[in-house]
C-alpha cells in the first residue's frame, strides 16, 4: 500500500448518491420549467440551463457557474466547495472576475481538475459573457 492515496470517493455518512438525488428529483423540483418541446431547469450552478444530470447543480459535486454580476461589468466565477458542504454559508466560492479573455486559461484549469467533461462548455460561456457588449443606461 505505500504510495497509494488514503483518500477515498466514499461519500459521508449521511449524504445521497447522485444518481438516486436525480432519480428522485428529475420529474419535480422548484427550479424546472417545462414546455412543449424542452425543459429547462433554472437552478444555480446549471451551466447550460439544460434539465439532465450532466448539468445540474445539486446531483454533480463539484459544480461550477459563470455569470455576470448585476452592473454587468464583471464575471463572477462560482464552485462548490466540497469540504465546507455541510456549512451553507461558505459551500460556495465566489470570485469576481474582470472581463478580459487573458483569464480564459486559469479558468480552464481550475475546472479541468474536477470536471474534465464541462472544461469546453465553461470556456465558451466565459467566452461569450465576456464579449457580451454592456451599454450604460442613462436616467432621464
Known amino acids: 500500500m505505500k504510495g497509494k492515496s488514503l483518500r477515498t470517493n466514499v461519500p459521508y455518512s449521511g449524504t445521497v448518491p447522485d444518481c438516486l438525488l436525480w432519480e428522485l428529483l428529475r420529474n419535480n423540483h422548484a427550479f424546472l420549467k417545462k414546455s412543449r418541446t424542452t425543459t429547462f431547469s433554472l437552478e444555480s450552478h446549471n451551466l447550460l440551463s439544460r434539465h439532465c444530470p450532466r448539468f445540474t447543480g445539486y446531483t454533480n459535486k463539484p459544480s461550477y457557474n459563470v455569470v455576470l454580476n448585476s452592473t454587468a461589468s464583471l464575471v463572477t ?53 465576456v464579449k457580451s457588449k454592456t451599454e450604460d443606461k442613462f436616467e432621464t
Open 77 to 129: 466565477f462560482k464552485k462548490n466547495n466540497l469540504k465546507n458542504s455541510r456549512r451553507p454559508s461558505s459551500k460556495i466560492s465566489v470570485k469576481t472576475l474582470i472581463k478580459s479573455l487573458k483569464l480564459l486559461d486559469s479558468v480552464k484549469t481550475t475546472v479541468r481538475k474536477d470536471r474534465p467533461d464541462l472544461t469546453e462548455l465553461l470556456a465558451r460561456k466565459f467566452t461569450m459573457l
